[in-house]
């Protein structure tokens, strides 16, 4: 869901496929140069009827319109156009974007998902190639970031000089994760360990649990006693590794930049200004809306994947279930972004050890609830200036609340409420608390406002305005210790047993943040790229 605010940082979530009888088809390349009216197509391919169903013929086949599949479709067409011009996007529902769902009434507007992106250059790449650069909206990078502890929310530091200031940590605290940065802390177990362990040892207590603690439940919505430290938050991971320690880590990749040759930026970008985080005039829907709208018929909806084969001349049939009956995709190449226990029984058939692998991987329910205040329930304490301001709130799980955290919707973004209101999006549930399950959304709400009332609304204040709440059983997959050897796995079991050609891509592969969807999906379109060019078809 990436409530991330300790700094700016969602992946596909897409339903279950029935799995009828798998159906082997002759693959039987067709040779066209034009379309032929009315009738489907995809670039040069069409799809042709008979008496055992419609069969078509295309380069690449991505399983799955989420944010992933269709940025992997662009990416393609726009850094690899010559990879696979003929290519599908299919996805089972009616609508493209997964879990980005934004929805707008009555002056409100709000995201039942992700609510925001890093702008990092491959994002701002995906965005401007979109067509979505003046539609693009950022964050103030000075607004401030909070996070409960003691009854109070408390301002998180944003640079250096905040340091010696913040209260969230004590003087004992700031002591001993400053000596632990620098090395002077025990030296690491030799296995791998949990985020929970790398930071106690590194930095202490007060850091894990006032900081990374509640950090954790906003990007994974996670325990992090089981979360993978090398897999979730890989980069600070390194840098013990690389350096000896966090600091010496850093200073080394600081001199290795400067070493390294600068890469020209591409002068299409726009430059954010410090830390912040983004999304669109209209919220996160016109990211794949804009991606879908310019692949245009190469997106399939409803269609509904039943079976995958190997090919014995090479590449892959799929059979699907669509609107016009049920269709066979004759395929040179493949890419699954669906939820891996999605992937897990599609698979299948193809590699058992792959499947068993993907099956491992967990996704915790987590519940999205939009609410609405008047203004003035806000408490004055929580105000600067008057007014709310801020990216939002997290919640340690020792400080007795039951919500993850909040994001303050109509602060963060323009046009998010109407005059005199304010907009919040809150996200309860994961790990630790699959409980949620068996809540209403009417429950969900009241234990959403008794928790806001201990610290940022009024105790007297009107009930809120319920505006939507999504409960997402499977919401995001979790990098537990273990992960990137469940993932080996399951590509090398794919890899031995002949299914070259297939691969793994989406946000239990890449990363759970939006942005990280998106560095994925470049980083899947050069694997295709280079499987093409290598094992084309002659």
């Not at 070493?259 to 830390?275: F, I, N, S």
């Not at 070259?500 to 592969?509: A, D, I, K, R």
Request: aromatic share 6%; charged share 20%; with cysteine.
């Amino acid at each position: 869901m990436e409530l991330s605010l300790l700094r700016p940082s969602t992946q596909s979530l897409l339903p279950s496929f029935s799995k009828p009888n798998l159906r082997l088809h002759v693959y039987k390349p067709l040779k066209l140069r034009c379309s032929v009216a009315g009738g489907p197509t995809v670039g040069s391919s069409k799809i042709e009827g008979g008496g055992g169903g419609n069969t078509m013929t295309t380069d690449c086949v991505i399983v799955g319109g989420g944010i992933s599949g269709l940025c992997i479709a662009q990416a393609l067409a726009t850094k690899h156009p010559d990879a696979a011009p003929n290519l599908i996007v299919t996805e089972a529902k009616d609508r493209v974007g997964g879990n980005i769902i934004t929805r707008e009434e009555n002056g409100f507007l709000w995201e039942e998902g992700p609510n925001s992106f890093q702008p990092s250059d491959p994002m701002l790449t995906m965005v401007v190639d979109s067509r979505l650069k003046d539609d693009l909206v950022l964050g103030d990078p000075t607004a401030p970031r909070f996070v409960l502890w003691n009854g109070k929310l408390r301002p998180v530091p944003s640079k250096l000089t905040d340091l010696p200031f913040f209260d969230l940590m004590s003087i004992g605290g700031k002591i001993r994760a400053g000596f632990g940065a620098l090395g002077i802390r025990p030296s690491p177990p030799g296995r791998e360990e949990s985020v929970e362990e790398f930071v106690r040892r590194n930095l202490g207590a007060e850091v894990f649990e006032r900081l990374i603690e509640p950090f954790c439940s906003g990007v994974y919505a996670g325990d992090p006693s089981k979360l993978s430290m090398k897999a979730a938050f890989g980069k600070v991971w390194k840098l013990e590794q690389n350096g000896g320690s966090i600091i010496g880590g850093t200073f080394k990749a600081i001199q290795e930049r400067k070493k390294a040759p600068k890469a020209e930026r591409d002068p299409r970008l726009p430059k954010p200004k410090g830390q912040t985080v983004g999304s669109f005039r209209k919220g996160l829907r016109m990211l794949p809306e804009a991606i879908s709208s310019r692949l245009g018929s190469k997106v399939k909806l409803s269609w509904k994947l039943s079976g995958i084969t190997k090919l014995d001349s090479g590449g892959y049939n799929l059979t699907y279930e669509t609107p016009n009956g049920v269709v066979s995709v004759q395929s040179k190449s493949v890419v699954m972004t669906v939820p891996s226990h999605v992937a897990s029984g599609l698979l299948r058939p193809l590699s058992e050890s792959a499947a068993n692998a993907l099956s491992k991987l967990y996704y915790p329910p987590v519940a999205a609830v939009s609410i609405s205040y008047p203004k003035e329930a806000i408490r004055t304490e929580c105000l600067i200036d008057g007014e709310l301001k801020g990216f939002g709130q997290l919640h340690p799980r020792t400080q007795g609340v039951e919500t993850l955290g909040t994001i303050y919707s109509s602060s963060l973004f323009p046009n998010r409420a109407p005059p005199g209101r304010v907009l919040l999006l809150n996200y309860i549930g994961g790990s630790t608390n699959t409980g949620i399950l068996s809540k209403s959304e009417g429950e969900l709400v009241e234990a959403v406002d008794r928790d806001l009332r201990k610290m940022l609304i009024k105790p007297n204040s009107t009930d809120p305005l319920k505006l939507g709440v999504r409960v997402w059983p499977q919401a995001i997959p979790q990098f537990l210790v273990g992960h990137f050897d469940i993932l080996d796995t399951a590509k090398s079991s794919l890899t031995s047993s002949g299914n070259e050609g297939l691969f793994l891509g989406g946000n239990y592969v890449a990363g759970v943040a939006l942005g990280r969807c998106v560095e994925g999906a470049y980083e899947t379109a050069t694997e295709v790229n280079n499987f093409m060019s290598r094992y084309a078809y002659k």
